[in-house]
């Protein structure tokens, strides 16, 4: 519910900042000396910040190993699917979202509600799956119905 109201609490915060942004300005614009200084650290940190975004532009920077697995799987499986996933696996909401970013896949621990694929973090013995020894992945173990 706190999601909604950053807005107004943005609003709100501005409201009560702007009289003193504005003196602040017009400080600024009468000594020109700091004016231009100011406006030069804040083309710098700008150049800065555009760079370092950059630099970070296509890196996974945590969970790497299950973003790795997701994305592998993801080539396996059609988009929009539902993976059946045990019930120890069911509380990993990074795990579930990240399938839901990349690929739209649900992952469910309701035997009736998956489709042809499960999903562990063990070799598992099933018997209505066989697991996909082509998908090779590092933290999980992905099977397909027979």
């Given at each position: 519910y706190i999601v909604s109201a950053y807005p107004f609490f943005a609003l709100a915060f501005s409201l009560v900042i702007v009289p003193i942004c504005q003196l602040a300005i017009e400080k600024l614009e009468n000594n020109l000396k700091v004016s231009n200084i100011v406006k030069g650290v804040s083309i710098v940190l700008l150049v800065i910040s555009f760079t370092i975004t950059a630099f970070q532009f296509n890196r996974i920077g945590r969970d790497q190993e299950m973003i790795t697995d997701v994305k592998k799987i993801s080539e396996y499986i059609p988009a929009k699917s539902i993976i059946t996933i045990p019930l120890s696996l069911s509380q990993d909401w990074s795990l579930r979202g990240y399938f839901a970013r990349y690929h739209s896949v649900s992952l469910t621990?309701?035997?009736?509600?998956?489709?042809?694929?499960?999903?562990?973090?063990?070799?598992?013995?099933?018997?209505n799956f066989e697991l996909l020894e082509e998908v090779k992945l590092n933290r999980y173990y992905l099977y397909k119905k027979k």
């Amino acid at each position: 519910y706190i999601v909604s109201a950053y807005p107004f609490f943005a609003l709100a915060f501005s409201l009560v900042i702007v009289p003193i942004c504005q003196l602040a300005i017009e400080k600024l614009e009468n000594n020109l000396k700091v004016s231009n200084i100011v406006k030069g650290v804040s083309i710098v940190l700008l150049v800065i910040s555009f760079t370092i975004t950059a630099f970070q532009f296509n890196r996974i920077g945590r969970d790497q190993e299950m973003i790795t697995d997701v994305k592998k799987i993801s080539e396996y499986i059609p988009a929009k699917s539902i993976i059946t996933i045990p019930l120890s696996l069911s509380q990993d909401w990074s795990l579930r979202g990240y399938f839901a970013r990349y690929h739209s896949v649900s992952l469910t621990f309701d035997d009736e509600l998956g489709e042809n694929y499960y999903l562990s973090r063990q070799k598992e013995e099933l018997e209505n799956f066989e697991l996909l020894e082509e998908v090779k992945l590092n933290r999980y173990y992905l099977y397909k119905k027979k």
